[in-house]
């Protein structure tokens, strides 16, 4: 167990788990937030939101191979470990959980979790071997770090419905809380990826918001057909030079099922590339 000033970073699963388990028994709610590292506001909401009604707050911070589908960033996801503890130890959690690759998976490793029919349109289609690597990674997590309660983000909304899913079907003890997206002053959702985005980019990228927006505003203003919004949400996208739109999907809220009217809440999703970068977002509507 290391120590950097008062966050402890913990690498070992065997450890984690000791340490979380030492904690509940002496009485403490443990909450955990499971990240990938390289940490902006939206991972600190995270955090925060565990630290206003956990005692401890547990952070893991792995990027997890198995989640990167062949061609994707792995090599190049941003990993600033040092600047991530500086801003943990700040904020007040507990425990870093850092595990290497090989604690992870270690020689031998061949088990991974199957996911369902939410796991497969979407994100699933595009990222073909994501969500298993997702599901895979996080039901080991949560093994090692039994805590009370996991905090997700919104953000990434199919991977909500996904983690649900997992702690459902295989009975896992712990509570899910997704929290609200955070983000940019001008809209454009918070991620490690942005990081990719050059200044002409980044500029453009609010336009997904934007697109959110309007369809919003549509809706508010009467209109239900899915297909008329979706063609201005592209227009609008276009005009701005986002040209590789991969999808803008109506969902029934809490659902992976598309809807082609609008008429109880809609969760909006979008996936774009801009740059290098591969964006995604979401609003929900109506
Ligand atoms: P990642 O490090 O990208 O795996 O993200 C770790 C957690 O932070 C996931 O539950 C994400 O959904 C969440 N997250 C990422 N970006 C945001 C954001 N802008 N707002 C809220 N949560 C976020």
Redesign the pocket.
């Known amino acids: 167990m290391l120590k950097t000033k008062s966050i402890k970073v913990i690498n070992s699963a065997a450890d984690i788990h000791a340490a979380v388990l030492a904690a509940k028994c002496a009485g403490a709610s443990v909450g955990f937030v499971?990240?990938?590292?390289a940490f902006h506001e939206?991972?600190l909401?995270?955090v925060d939101a565990s630290l206003a009604e956990c005692d401890r707050t547990v952070v893991s911070i792995f990027v997890n191979p198995t989640q990167f589908t062949p061609g994707e960033d792995l090599e190049k996801y941003p990993r600033p470990l040092e600047q991530d503890l500086e801003m943990l130890e700040q904020r007040g959690a507990w425990l870093a959980f850092v595990p290497t690759v090989d604690e992870m998976y270690p020689p031998g490793f061949e088990s991974y979790v199957e996911v369902g029919s939410v796991a497969q349109p979407w994100e699933g289609a595009a990222r073909p071997t994501h969500f298993r690597g997702v599901a895979t990674v996080v039901l080991k997590l949560l093994q090692m770090v039994p805590a009370d309660r996991a905090y997700?983000?919104?953000?990434?909304y199919q991977?909500t419905l996904v983690v649900r899913r997992l702690i459902e079907d295989f009975d896992l003890p712990i509570a899910l809380r997704v929290?609200?997206?955070?983000?940019e002053a001008d809209g454009l959702?918070?991620?490690?990826r942005n990081a990719y985005l050059d200044l002409t980019e980044r500029e453009r990228a609010a336009a997904l918001w934007q697109a959110l927006l309007l369809a919003e505003r549509r809706r508010a203003a009467g209109e239900t057909s899915v297909a008329a919004i979706r063609n201005e949400m592209n227009e609008h996208l276009a005009a701005v030079g986002i040209d590789d739109v991969e999808y803008i999907a109506f969902l029934a809220d809490n659902t992976v099922q598309e809807v082609s009217t609008i008429a109880s809440p809609t969760v909006v999703a979008i996936a774009a590339r801009v740059g290098r970068a591969r964006l995604i977002d979401n609003h929900r509507i109506g």
């Open positions: 499971p990240t990938m590292g939206g991972h909401s995270l997700f983000g919104r953000k990434d991977q929290c609200p997206i955070v983000r959702a918070m991620s490690s």
